[in-house]
């Protein structure tokens, strides 16, 4: 006992975290606007996930059900399990754990191809996916199976007759994102969901930029399978789930065998702690979504507005049906690799999306969309979230502007 309790946190040590709650202080003169990468931690996550690490807390494994300490752990697993079905109106024990979207998204294409193979070996998805996706489906194209690309418009929308008239006697599923990573362009989910459920193909949705951001509805969406990633809803990297509906009529075949954790689907220790950390963060920001919104809603006004000053800039993607936390923009005349590295050190923003190595690529995304030239090539995105100040976009959208001028004049010598 006396062992136990030296290792409870008390609630204090996390305090130098975030002062005042608010991680922008401690950020002194950079600016973090790369939020569809990835988003910093909530506090209230962090403290929950520091909950489950220690031995006076639920650090055991969660399927030693044996003794009381794995069963702490697994009521814990469990209530988060419950948590995160519960915001999705979904059923908690079609829910399992991954290591983030790039798992799950492997996991529902690979797992329902390798499942329904013998029925059809045909898979629909767009052009403007995740590489997750595309390069998944590409995979799958390597060992037999027949992709269709579907082209988005140039506003980044993919409409549901497009997928419907894409689908044949072979194909056994749809995968389509919720919102794109790069434009926050939304598409149609509920709509999309509702005309596959006539045909008789699963629809797979890529939820990872929309899931607590945009409301998703599983007992009034038939989405098959939803894939979600943790980091991008505040709460840590490492760890994402997979909605897998109707889960024991289905015939999804895993992509790791093992302890047969996630009954069988996931095998592997489940950890609690991101798990812990990523309901608490799914929970937060189910009851935040319209303050997160607003607050979006104004910073992109503000910096959209700041940034139309400069004159031939162009706003990329739907700007109606989209959300408000991600601005794709060109400058003309300037190359988004130069913006980026002119302000690496103050204004975090990117090309289209992460990528590993550092180098600054043109976009598929854009390309998907039929933009070509200094559209293209000059594309950045500009993300933000719940931490941002208006200051810090007043600071950044004046940063962005001197650059963009000077930029321009070294193009015009
Ligand atoms: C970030 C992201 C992913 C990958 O998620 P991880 O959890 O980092 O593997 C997949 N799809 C989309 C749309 C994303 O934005």
């Not at 109106?89 to 294409?109: H, Q, R, V, W």
């Not at 690979?110 to 998944?136: C, F, M």
């Not at 302000?343 to 180098?359: F, K, M, Q, T």
Request: glycine content about 8%; some cysteine; overall charge neutral.
């Amino acid at each position: 006992m006396k062992y136990a309790s030296l290792h409870i946190p008390s609630e204090g040590i996390y305090d130098w975290l975030i002062p005042n709650n608010n991680p922008s202080i401690i950020l002194a003169n950079r600016i973090y606007l790369d939020y569809a990468a990835t988003t910093p931690m909530a506090p209230e996550a962090v403290k929950a996930l520091c909950g489950s690490l220690t031995l006076g807390d639920n650090f055991a494994n969660p399927a030693s059900l044996q003794h009381n300490f794995g069963e702490r752990a697994h009521e814990r697993v469990e209530n988060a399990r419950t948590k995160i079905a519960t915001c999705l109106k979904g059923k908690p024990s079609d829910l399992i754990f991954t290591s983030g979207a790039t798992e799950s998204n492997n996991l529902a294409i690979k797992g329902i191809a390798l499942g329904y193979r013998n029925k059809g070996q045909h898979i629909i998805t767009s052009a403007s996916e995740h590489k997750a996706v595309l390069d998944t489906c590409k995979y799958l194209e390597s060992i037999g199976f027949g992709v269709t690309y579907l082209r988005p418009d140039m506003k980044g929308k993919i409409s549901v007759d497009q997928v419907l008239s894409a689908i044949t006697s072979k194909t056994i599923l749809v995968s389509l994102m919720h919102v794109n990573n790069e434009t926050g362009v939304i598409n149609d989910i509920h709509q999309l969901a509702k005309a596959l459920e006539q045909k008789d193909v699963f629809f797979h949705v890529d939820a990872a930029q929309s899931a607590g951001k945009l409301s998703i509805d599983l007992s009034e969406s038939p989405i098959d399978l939803l894939s979600l990633s943790g980091h991008k809803f505040y709460g840590p990297k490492g760890i994402g789930g997979l909605y897998v509906r109707n889960r024991k009529k289905l015939n999804l075949i895993p992509l790791f065998h093992g302890g047969g954790q996630e009954h069988g689907l996931r095998p592997g220790t489940l950890p609690t702690h991101q798990i812990a950390g990523m309901a608490t963060a799914f929970e937060l920001i189910n009851n935040t979504r319209d303050a997160d919104y607003k607050h979006a809603t104004a910073l992109a006004r503000a910096l959209t507005e700041q940034l139309s000053k400069l004159g031939d800039v162009y706003f990329n993607g739907d700007q109606e049906q989209k959300l408000p936390n991600i601005i794709n923009v060109s400058f003309e005349q300037v190359s988004s690799e130069s913006l980026i590295i002119a302000l690496r050190d103050e204004v975090a923003i990117a090309s289209g999306s992460a990528c590993n190595s550092g180098a600054v690529e043109a976009s598929h995304v854009l390309r998907s969309m039929g933009i070509e030239g200094d559209r293209l090539y000059g594309a950045v995105r500009i993300s933000f979230g719940r931490y941002t100040t208006v200051d810090e976009i007043t600071w950044a959208g004046q940063r962005i502007g001197e650059e963009v001028t000077r930029l321009r004049e070294l193009a015009l010598e």
